[in-house]
């Protein structure tokens, strides 16, 4: 499986955007990159994902470099309510399961 | 839409009784994964069910932990003999198939106490 590395803790200013880096430089070419987030004593938040592309949705965008070895997670106007576990995860492609398996994550702290 | 329900919320129960767990994919969803996840701990993989294919149970920790799914829709995770260290939030997810670009949706868990 492929592993990914984030920083442990990040800072942010509200209403400035949040930019979240992972590395995974050892994914493969049929994996997707995967982001979650997990506020306190809630289930893990589905936020974006993608294979080689950037992509956006309402709530992020996901920038992925060309050699795939690394991806950043933008929030373009960071709200308290945006504090959260950030998890990066390198989804296990093929087999039977396609189970997600999750890192220590990084706790992002959205400041007023 | 409603999305993945877990029932009870909470659960407190004394080392040694049995506990069911419930969970309430999303309609239509035909993948369903449990999650357990420890104090201050990543997630870690329990079991997946995937239609009517037979279940991956690679991830259940001993054989007092059993999953079923009936119907291809509601699943119970049961754990038999509780012990102290079976405490967890037990997390269900789903998703619309098995392939990797379909994401996993969670439910809020079911936060299990062993006195």
């Known amino acids: 499986d492929a592993k990914t590395t984030q920083p442990p803790s990040m800072d942010c200013a509200e209403g400035r955007a949040a930019n979240l880096p992972c590395n995974h430089s050892t994914i493969s070419g049929n994996e997707y990159v995967y982001w979650y987030r997990q506020i306190h004593s809630q289930g893990p938040q589905y936020i974006i994902h993608?294979?080689?592309n950037n992509e956006t949705n309402e709530m992020a965008s996901l920038i992925i470099t060309e050699d795939r070895k690394s991806s950043t997670l933008i929030l373009p106007h960071a709200t308290l309510r945006d504090t959260a576990v950030y998890y990066c995860?390198?989804?296990?492609?093929?087999?039977?399961?396609?189970?997600?398996?999750f890192g220590q994550g990084t706790t992002l702290q959205v400041k007023p | 839409g409603a999305g993945v329900s877990q029932s009870p919320s909470n659960k407190v129960t004394e080392k040694g009784k049995d506990v069911e767990l419930r969970c309430d994919p999303i309609s239509g969803h035909t993948a369903l994964y449990w999650y357990r996840q420890s104090l201050g701990q990543g997630l870690e993989f329990l079991i997946y069910f995937q239609g009517n294919s037979a279940p991956d149970k690679s991830g259940l920790p001993s054989d007092r932990f059993s999953a079923e799914r009936t119907g291809g829709s509601v699943s119970t995770l049961t754990i038999q003999r509780t012990q102290q260290e079976d405490s967890a939030v037990y997390l269900c997810?789903?998703?619309?198939?098995?392939?990797?670009?379909?994401?996993?949706?969670f439910g809020d868990g079911t936060r299990l106490s062993i006195l």
């Open positions: 995860i390198v989804r296990v492609a093929g087999g039977n399961t396609g189970k997600l398996i």
């Open positions: 997810a789903s998703s619309l198939a098995r392939g990797s670009n379909q994401p996993q949706h």
């Open positions: 993608g294979l080689k």
